[in-house]
Structures are given as C-alpha cells and as structure tokens.
C-alpha cells in the first residue's frame, strides 16, 4: 500500500509538474521547503522521546506557545497574525502526522527502533525554535511568491523536486507530511 501511495503521490507531483507557469520559480521555496523537512525529520526524534517517555503526541500548551512565539516573531517582520497562525499550525499538525504514524508503528512492533535517548526540553526543543526563527525568514523571503496565484502550482512543484534530489529517500510518511507542513503557505 505504501508504494501504491507513493506512485499515487509521484503521479499527482508529476501532472502538476507539466502545468507550472514559466513565471514562477520553484527555487524561490527552495529554504522554506528544506527546513519544513529539517522540521519533519526532528518529528521522528519527538517520537523517539514520547516513546521513552510513554508521553502523548498532544501538547495543547506547548502549541500555544509555539504559535504565540512565532506570530510574535513574525509580525515583528511584517506579516500577518492570520497566515502565520494557519502556517505554524500546519507545520504543527505535520509533525504531530509523523509521531502518531511513527508511534503506532512501533506499538505494533512491540519496540521502537535502536537509538539514544533524546531529551525533548534540551535537546529536541531548542533545535525546533532555531528552525522556527528560520521558517519565519523563509516566509518573509518567499512572501512575493506565496501571495501569486500560481502558489499552489509553484510549491507542489518545488516540493517534488525537493523530494526528487534527497539523496536518501524519503518515506511516503515524510513526503506527505511535507506537504500537510507547507499545505497553507500560500497566502490566499
């Protein structure tokens, strides 16, 4: 089922390839893109803590926070309370896609995968606030881009691209959890 999906979300990648105007340049979204995977990929560490922790995907204060800071942070450098809500949230919703997913994975399994303990508080937490500082500078470098009517079409493109070149290749988990992470970046 899982290759059936990826073929499915390659296919779809693919049709909207051949239909991007010649205007928009996937590239513009090149550093937005790369750190919503970065974003994604800590996801799998999160999980890994929750595990060890036998803690729950849902963390209604810390999403709070998270959203407070980054509107903050956002609105400082001039955009909107709304689209910075909507875009946090869905980077939000993306990694809590991957924990459950990953979770339930190795409920089955009876064992998560081999690995280290990870501190969520000194180590997972701090590293996702940089990337919160640089998800808003991508926002703001790609904002020209975002508000043109062929955003959809851009993204979609610049994210199959993005998942074409990883030299490791991504999980369908991954890839669809990229695109539930960057599904309100366009601002409408």
């Known amino acids: 089922m899982k290759q059936n999906l990826k073929l499915l979300v390659s296919g779809v990648f693919f049709g909207i390839a051949t ?3 010649a205007q928009q340049s996937p590239n513009v979204f090149q550093n937005l893109i790369a750190d919503s995977a970065h974003r994604i990929a800590i996801a ?3 999980a890994l803590s929750k595990w060890d922790s036998n803690g729950v995907v849902e963390d209604s204060a810390r999403e709070t926070q998270v959203l407070q800071n980054a509107v903050a942070a956002g609105q400082s450098k ?5 689209s910075l ?3 946090f949230r869905s980077q939000i919703e993306a990694n809590k896609l991957v924990q459950y997913s990953l979770l339930a994975d190795w409920q089955v399994a009876g064992k998560a995968p081999e690995h280290q303990k990870v501190n969520l508080s000194t180590e ?3 590293e996702l606030d940089h990337l919160q500082s640089a998800l808003i500078s991508d926002l703001v470098q790609s904002a020209e881009a975002r508000s043109r009517p062929d955003c959809s079409t851009a993204l979609a493109v610049a994210i199959h691209k993005y998942l074409a070149t990883q030299s490791t290749a991504e999980s369908t988990l991954d890839a669809l959890a990229l695109n539930r992470s960057l599904a309100t ?3 409408r």
């Open 44 to 46: 799998h560490q999160v």
């Open 124 to 126: 997972i937490r701090p």
């Open 19 to 21: 239909t991007l105007s």
């Open 85 to 87: 809500t909507s875009f």
């Open 78 to 82: 001039g955009l909107s309370e709304a």
């Open 185 to 187: 970046a366009c601002v």
